[in-house]
């Protein structure tokens, strides 16, 4: 299979800029070739005139699973929306309805540009079932706590999810294990999982991290350290980190994990929204920390909008260091893009870059949003809509084209959700 996309615009963020007028030709999952009026022969031709290509985006953070739980338990605190409504409801989901409201969320993400996603929940076997059949990019990390005293279940069931996942569909598809958080993992499990990590699997481990005040101080009191602290004192950080939110990093923190392959995962809609705070994005960049970007689950979100995740995360940082310099726009695309993909572990993924793995998002400008058209760059993350996403290449295949997600019946989804839904509440 080969694509040749020609005459169109692209944002090369290496060199921080849009180049117009150029082709860009795609053979198997591959950019073979950019350049301008390229003599090549390909099975398909995309006119880019009038349209925008970027990188697919990375949701370096969500759960794809909680798409029931939108609007359902809003408007409380962190520890009292987990313990007394997210919690209960979860426990009575079963591996079905979590296919289905992955498959919901997939969609979502499709529909805002994303082409890979870094998703921790369970029953993930399933999860990377909706990933393959819509074709986008997945890694699959299974959240895991021992506070039910269910630890050696979970480690054995990620084993197999491993063994059974790793690399499947083409390498679409990664498995990374994923203790839930401190608070919800014992001292030694944590540990367990950490040398798991390096002896057993590719080193690389997702964590929700200094999410709340209420975690930071309950941390000092029971190890003396702060969460970061912490988890570096039982080897964690001896593995590549994905650590999702951040927002209470601390400057002798930010010493530690300079040197280590240490990715914060900002998801600015959830910290807002939780009133958890706001992750020093602008501290952390300065400090040559690499960041990625994700909108975490629809029960804190409530969407998975990675179009207006740009957005909020590009403005709230200014708000907040007011400063109105702080975190440009370039900055949230490189978190979008090639910064997320690294903090998931893939090499040659999310830059437009021959040799790179074709996974790409088209704008339509002919839309409200990009007329005129000014600074494209400032329009993709601060004027844009997920409405203004055309097509979305995964793999250098079409998952959505002319607004229409190629692998799946959205309709149908949305259906079965609905019944799902009111089902799982008579439970
Ligand atoms: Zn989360």
């Given at each position: 299979?080969?694509l040749l996309?020609?005459?169109?615009?692209?944002?090369?963020?290496?060199q921080?800029?849009?180049?117009?007028r150029?082709d860009v030709?795609?053979?198997e999952?591959?950019?073979?070739?950019?350049?301008?009026?390229?003599?090549?022969?390909?099975?398909e031709?995309f006119?880019?005139?009038?349209?925008?290509?970027?990188?697919?985006?990375?949701?370096?953070h969500?759960?794809?699973?909680?798409s029931?739980?939108r609007?359902?338990?809003?408007?409380l605190?962190?520890m009292d929306?987990?313990e007394?409504?997210?919690?209960?409801?979860?426990?009575?989901?079963?591996?079905?309805?979590i296919?289905?409201?992955?498959?919901?969320s997939?969609?979502e993400?499709?529909?805002?540009g994303v082409?890979?996603?870094?998703?921790?929940?369970y029953?993930?076997?399933?999860?990377?079932?909706?990933?393959?059949?819509?074709?986008?990019r997945?890694?699959?990390?299974?959240?895991?706590?021992?506070?039910d005293?269910?630890?050696?279940?979970?480690?054995?069931?990620?084993?197999?999810?491993?063994?059974?996942?790793?690399?499947?569909?083409?390498g679409r598809?990664?498995?990374?294990?994923?203790p839930h958080a401190?608070?919800?993992?014992?001292?030694?499990?944590?540990k367990?999982?950490?040398?798991?990590?390096?002896?057993?699997?590719?080193?690389?481990?997702?964590i929700?991290?200094s999410?709340?005040?209420?975690?930071?101080?309950?941390?000092?009191?029971?190890?003396?350290?702060?969460?970061?602290?912490?988890?570096?004192s039982?080897?964690?950080?001896?593995?590549?980190?994905?650590a999702?939110?951040c927002?209470?990093?601390?400057?002798e923190?930010?010493?530690?994990?300079?040197?280590?392959?240490?990715?914060?995962v900002?998801?600015?809609?959830?910290?807002?929204?939780?009133?958890?705070?706001?992750?020093?994005?602008?501290?952390?960049?300065k400090n040559?920390?690499?960041?990625?970007?994700g909108?975490?689950?629809?029960?804190?979100?409530?969407?998975?909008?990675?179009?207006?995740?740009?957005?909020?995360?590009?403005?709230?940082?200014?708000?907040v260091?007011?400063?109105?310099?702080?975190?440009?726009?370039?900055?949230?695309?490189?978190?979008?893009?090639?910064?997320?993909?690294?903090?998931?572990?893939?090499?040659?993924l999310g830059?437009i870059k021959?040799?790179?793995?074709a996974d790409?998002?088209?704008?339509?400008?002919d839309?409200?949003?990009?007329?005129?058209?000014?600074?494209?760059?400032?329009?993709l993350?601060?004027?844009?809509?997920?409405?203004?996403?055309?097509?979305?290449?995964?793999d250098?295949?079409?998952?959505?084209?002319?607004?229409e997600?190629v692998?799946?019946d959205?309709?149908?989804?949305r259906?079965?959700v609905?019944?799902r839904?009111?089902?799982?509440?008579?439970r």
């Amino acid at each position: 299979m080969s694509l040749l996309i020609k005459n169109i615009s692209y944002l090369d963020i290496e060199q921080e800029k849009i180049i117009d007028r150029a082709d860009v030709f795609i053979e198997e999952n591959k950019i073979k070739k950019i350049g301008r009026d390229l003599e090549v022969q390909a099975d398909e031709v995309f006119d880019g005139k009038d349209k925008l290509l970027t990188p697919g985006f990375v949701n370096a953070h969500t759960h794809l699973g909680m798409s029931y739980f939108r609007n359902y338990a809003d408007d409380l605190a962190l520890m009292d929306w987990l313990e007394n409504e997210i919690w209960p409801i979860e426990a009575k989901l079963n591996a079905e309805d979590i296919y289905w409201s992955s498959l919901l969320s997939i969609i979502e993400n499709i529909r805002s540009g994303v082409t890979s996603f870094c998703d921790m929940y369970y029953e993930m076997d399933r999860v990377g079932d909706a990933a393959i059949k819509a074709g986008i990019r997945g890694v699959l990390t299974r959240g895991m706590t021992d506070v039910d005293g269910k630890g050696e279940e979970k480690l054995k069931e990620f084993d197999d999810l491993y063994k059974n996942y790793q690399n499947k569909a083409n390498g679409r598809i990664r498995v990374v294990p994923a203790p839930h958080a401190i608070y919800t993992c014992s001292t030694d499990f944590l540990k367990e999982i950490s040398k798991r990590s390096l002896e057993r699997y590719d080193s690389l481990i997702h964590i929700h991290l200094s999410e709340t005040l209420t975690e930071v101080e309950n941390s000092k009191k029971e190890y003396g350290m702060t969460p970061i602290e912490y988890v570096n004192s039982l080897g964690l950080l001896d593995s590549q980190i994905i650590a999702a939110h951040c927002v209470h990093i601390t400057d002798e923190e930010i010493e530690l994990v300079k040197d280590k392959k240490f990715f914060p995962v900002y998801n600015p809609s959830s910290n807002l929204k939780l009133a958890s705070g706001f992750t020093p994005v602008d501290k952390l960049l300065k400090n040559n920390i690499t960041m990625a970007l994700g909108t975490d689950g629809d029960s804190s979100n409530n969407n998975q909008d990675f179009v207006e995740e740009m957005h909020i995360g590009g403005i709230v940082n200014k708000a907040v260091t007011m400063n109105e310099k702080a975190v440009p726009a370039i900055e949230i695309l490189k978190m979008a893009t090639v910064n997320g993909a690294r903090a998931l572990g893939f090499e040659n993924l999310g830059l437009i870059k021959e040799g790179y793995l074709a996974d790409l998002t088209i704008f339509d400008l002919d839309s409200n949003s990009f007329t005129p058209r000014n600074n494209l760059i400032s329009a993709l993350v601060y004027s844009a809509n997920s409405s203004d996403v055309e097509a979305v290449i995964c793999d250098g295949d079409f998952i959505m084209k002319n607004r229409e997600i190629v692998k799946l019946d959205e309709k149908k989804v949305r259906q079965v959700v609905n019944e799902r839904w009111e089902d799982i509440k008579r439970r």
